[in-house]
């Protein structure tokens, strides 16, 4: 195949659903003078260092579940990475290094409660059906090194496409 492809697929599905969600939008920092958020497809792909604001990134990571024999339905492990910038003051130093860890973890459970579906809740996420996802454990933030106060959580879902 040479041509792009122009269907959804997981990921651009995932992406599209949430950049629909105000809330969403809300808890993600976006382009100056623009109002394109910082919610990417499977790689961080603008630096989020030394911005004060937070990015999110969506990417397939392999499966949870092995297939089902008995019809079409796949188990795609879906991840979900934030990334936090703290906020710095006019010489760039962190002001409240505190303050982007308590960002980062309100930035994911905003973005949790769209990925992170109870009971038999489908959908569509884009032009991607949907039947369930469930958060597979906790996320875990980690400090970047050499980030310069800048934090990395990350958290896998476990989704039903139908």
């Known amino acids: 195949m040479t041509g792009p492809v122009l269907t ?3 990921v651009a599905g995932a992406v599209k659903m949430l950049a629909a969600q105000p809330d969403v939008l809300a808890v993600l920092g976006a382009y100056p003078a623009t109002a394109v958020p910082y919610l990417f497809q499977h790689t961080l792909w603008d630096k989020v260092e030394g911005t004060g604001s937070t990015a999110a990134v969506i990417a397939r990571r392999g499966g949870w579940a092995p ?3 008995h019809n079409t339905m796949r188990f795609p492990r879906l991840s979900l990475e934030v990334w936090c910038d703290p906020q710095r003051n006019t010489s760039g130093q962190v002001t409240d290094p505190g303050e982007a860890y308590r960002r980062i973890q309100a930035a994911y459970e905003v973005i949790d409660a769209h990925l992170h579906t109870t009971g ?4 569509n996420w884009g032009g991607v059906r949907v039947l369930g996802s469930s958060r597979l454990a906790d996320p875990a933030a980690f400090p970047i090194a050499d980030g310069d ?9 476990g989704v039903v496409e139908g």
Do not use: E, I, K, T
């Open 8 to 10: 959804d697929d997981l």
């Open 67 to 69: 297939p089902n024999p």
């Open 120 to 123: 038999p809740r489908g959908g």
């Open 149 to 157: 106060g800048l934090l990395w959580l990350q958290v896998f879902y």
